[in-house]
């Protein structure tokens, strides 16, 4: 087994001590993306659906980095502040794995949770494998 830190500056650093993914062998482990814009540190915007928009491009980014794609992503895992935006982000969802980009959907779970980190409105952790 092979163990390599995957980092990019084009996606938020770590809050805390922890990786922005870990690639052992052919499985990538993305840690919990939420709405920061890199270039900034700050939220790409107040609104589920800005923060949605964001997070998946710096989880685009992380698998760029990576040399994985979305076609690679088997499980995505959403932490909602208020599941009432499931249906948002649902759309939004539906678009970044839209089938004229990826050959299928990822299993995928969506809870809400009392807290996020600086009190995001979603967060969202990928695995990935190729």
Known sequence: MSKKVVSTTTAPKALGPYSQAILNDNTLYISGQIGIDPETDEFAGAT??????QIFDNIDNILHEAEFSRNDIVKAALFFDDIADFALVNDIYAQYFDTTSVEE??????????ALPKNAKLEIEI????
């Open 127 to 130: 695995t990935a494998m190729k």
């Open 48 to 53: 589920t659906a800005e923060q949605a928009h």
């Open 105 to 114: 959907f990822p299993a995928r779970s969506a809870v809400q949770v009392a």
